[in-house]
C-alpha cells in the first residue's frame, strides 16, 4: 500500500484554487481538472487528508463489482479501470457530468461500457437494463442537502438493482467520525465553494437511512469515509 507525504498548506491551497475554478459540484469536473483528479484525490487527499487510502475503496469494488455492474458518478473511471471484473462483464456509467463520462468511459473502452446522462436526485428514466451491482463512490457527499435528502438517491437506483443485488459505495463525512485538522478545514472550504454539500453529513444518518431502505447494511468507517454496502431492498422504487 502507498505511503503518500502530507501535503503543505500551500500545496492545498493550490489544489483548491484548481478544483474550484467554478463553484459547482459537478460543472467543476472540467477536461482539466479530470486530468489532475487521480492524483489530487487518489494520491493525496484519500490517504493523507482523508485517511483512507484509495487501496481500501478499490478494494470495496473487488468485493461486490458483478458481471452486470452500473457504475454511478463515474469520476476519472480510476477503480474500474484496476478492480477484478468477472469475465464478460457488462458495464453502465452513469454521471451528470459529460466530461466524466467521457474520460471514464475512453478509459475502460476495453468493457464496451453504456453511458447514461442522469442526475440520480430525480427518478431515473432511459434505462432498460438492471444490474446485479451498483456503485456509488464519492457520491453523496458531493449532493446538496442532508444525509436524509440525498437518500432520494437509493430509491431511484433501487430500480436499476438486479433481484439479489448489492450496491455500495463510499461517502466522505462530516460527524461521527474522526477528521484531523486539515480534513476539517478542507472540507469546509469545499463546502463553502459547493464542492461539497457535507457539512452536516453524520455516521449515524447514514445508518438510519440505509437501514428503513434494506434488509442487510454494512458500513466501516476508513478515517472520516463511510465505506458501505446494502442489498435486500425494503421499499419499492420511485419511478
Given amino acids: 500500500m502507498p505511503c503518500w507525504p502530507t501535503p503543505s498548506q500551500a500545496e492545498i491551497d493550490a489544489m483548491s484554487l484548481q478544483e474550484t475554478k467554478d463553484h459547482d459540484s459537478q460543472s467543476v469536473y472540467s477536461p482539466a481538472t ?4 487521480d492524483t489530487l484525490v487518489l494520491r493525496i487527499s484519500n490517504p493523507a487528508i482523508w485517511r483512507c487510502p484509495t487501496p481500501r475503496i478499490l478494494a470495496l469494488y473487488d468485493r461486490h463489482v458483478s458481471d452486470h455492474h452500473l457504475d454511478v458518478g463515474v469520476g476519472t473511471g480510476w477503480y474500474l479501470d484496476r478492480c477484478r471484473f468477472p469475465a464478460g462483464v457488462r458495464l453502465g456509467l452513469m454521471d451528470l457530468n459529460r466530461n466524466a463520462l467521457r474520460s471514464a468511459a475512453k478509459r475502460v473502452e ?7 446522462v442522469a442526475d440520480v436526485l ?6 432498460d437494463r438492471t444490474y446485479a451491482s451498483i456503485s456509488l463512490v464519492y457520491l453523496l457527499h458531493c449532493l446538496p442537502g442532508d444525509i436524509a435528502e440525498k437518500a432520494i438517491v437509493f430509491d431511484h437506483l433501487v430500480s436499476l438493482l438486479a433481484p439479489g443485488g448489492t450496491m455500495f459505495g463510499a461517502t466522505i463525512l ?13 472540507m469546509a472550504f469545499y463546502n463553502r465553494k459547493g464542492i461539497f454539500g457535507n457539512a452536516g453529513d453524520r455516521l449515524d ?4 437511512e440505509l437501514d428503513v431502505r434494506f434488509g442487510k447494511v454494512t458500513i466501516e468507517v476508513v478515517g472520516c469515509v463511510a465505506l458501505f454496502s446494502v442489498s435486500e431492498p425494503k421499499r419499492l422504487p420511485v419511478v
Fill in 122 to 127: 430525480q427518478p431515473i428514466r432511459g434505462v
Fill in 34 to 37: 479530470l486530468a489532475i483528479y
Fill in 110 to 116: 476495453r468493457y464496451s461500457p453504456v453511458s447514461h
Fill in 205 to 208: 444518518d447514514l445508518r438510519r
Fill in 174 to 186: 462530516a460527524e461521527g467520525v474522526v477528521r484531523s485538522g486539515m480534513a476539517t478545514k478542507l
